[in-house]
């Protein structure tokens, strides 16, 4: 066990992406993410790594592609707006079955919006990220060593099955610091005998390629991938249960919303209020076992996020129609308190405290 730093916990996602062996960085600055580029330039080159200011997010995604084309790990970080831009080309990797890694540190919006804390972006992550078919692993932590921890399972997964994939951190996460432990540095130089790392006829010339113009090619493609998909879900999705196997109410939260959560969870069993809270730890694949085995008990559910309402259409889809589902949240970059929630629980339970 190493020794606790305290960290902020963007410098916390570029520390740790360098201990899982990351050495290609390419992004732009863009509050409240600026401090991952702003580590990278200074830590890249004292590890013999590159780290490139591209002229706009849609130069570094595809700098991304190129670098994960060839093999190694590769990595952007952005905010919400430049997620947008990058959307292109994240469905290029894609398409190409290339892996890497996207950090989005969101940010209130739509447009422009604010640099403060949001959730806003989930449909995006995990329903339109680009265009075409395709998924993206989503990891959503709530912590800032959640985050240490998760940016190696995020290279290793999306290695394992060639896909890119993102941490979903928000202003809050990016700009409070905390005490961590930083991993040890891994050996990560991996055999990829798919990529386009130059042949010298020793082997097969390999070329990436999201462009496919028979459309029976391109169908029978894609199916195989969904098949992927289809195991990733049943495989790879992670959940915290907190106090849920008794409960009557579930919450469900994630990242600061879940950090909140589980303060009012806390205020409200202390008052004898049966309620626990499920955390989605991965966002694609949704923890839809883990919810489903509470709506088998649970009365009710309440969906809280830092948006208008996104997430809560996939509790509703798992619960489909097992319990009432209600929706909580604050968006624009306003954070919900743990009053406030409690006050939510209260309600739901029937009475006043």
Not at 114 to 142: E, K
Not at 170 to 186: A, I, R
Not at 316 to 338: H, K, N, Q
């Amino acid at each position: 066990m190493g020794e606790k730093v305290l960290m902020k916990g963007n410098e916390a996602i570029a520390e740790a992406a360098i201990a899982a062996g990351c050495r290609h960085f390419f992004g732009y600055p863009i509050t409240p993410q600026t401090e991952v580029a702003a580590y990278m330039s200074k830590r890249m080159p004292k590890v013999d790594g590159v780290y490139l200011q591209a002229e706009s997010e849609v130069a570094s995604i595809n700098m991304v592609l190129g670098a994960g084309a060839a093999g190694v790990r590769a990595m952007t970080s952005t905010s919400s707006p430049g997620v947008s831009l990058m959307s292109e080309g994240i469905s290029y990797m894609a398409g190409s079955d290339v892996p890497a890694l996207i950090v989005n540190v969101q940010r209130g919006g739509p447009g422009l919006g604010g640099i403060q804390p949001s959730q806003a972006d989930y449909f995006q992550a995990t329903r339109s990220t680009g265009h075409g078919d395709f998924h993206l692993l989503v990891f959503a932590p709530s912590t800032v060593q959640e985050t240490v921890d998760m940016i190696s399972d995020a290279f290793d997964l999306a290695d394992k099955y060639r896909m890119p994939a993102m941490i979903l951190s928000d202003g809050m996460l990016g700009q409070m610091m905390e005490p961590v432990v930083l991993p040890e540095p891994k050996d990560t130089v991996q055999d990829k005998p798919w990529a386009a790392k130059g042949h010298n006829n020793e082997r097969e010339h390999n070329v990436i390629n999201s462009l496919y113009i028979q459309p029976q090619t391109l169908e029978d493609l894609v199916k195989r991938r969904y098949e992927k998909y289809d195991y990733i879900k049943e495989n790879e999705q992670r959940a915290e249960e907190y106090l849920v196997d008794d409960a009557e109410i579930v919450i469900v939260a994630y990242g600061a919303s879940a950090r909140v959560s589980r303060s009012a969870v806390d205020k409200a069993r202390a008052d004898g209020i049966k309620v626990g809270l499920i955390r989605p730890i991965t966002l694609w694949p949704f923890p839809t076992k883990a919810i489903d085995k509470a709506a088998g008990h649970a009365k009710t559910f309440l969906s809280v996020e830092m948006s208008m309402g996104q997430m809560v259409d996939d509790v509703r889809l798992v619960v489909s129609g097992r319990a009432p589902v209600e929706f909580y949240g604050r968006t624009g970059g306003m954070i919900p308190t743990p009053k406030e929630v409690y006050e939510q629980i209260v309600r739901m339970n029937g009475g006043d405290n």
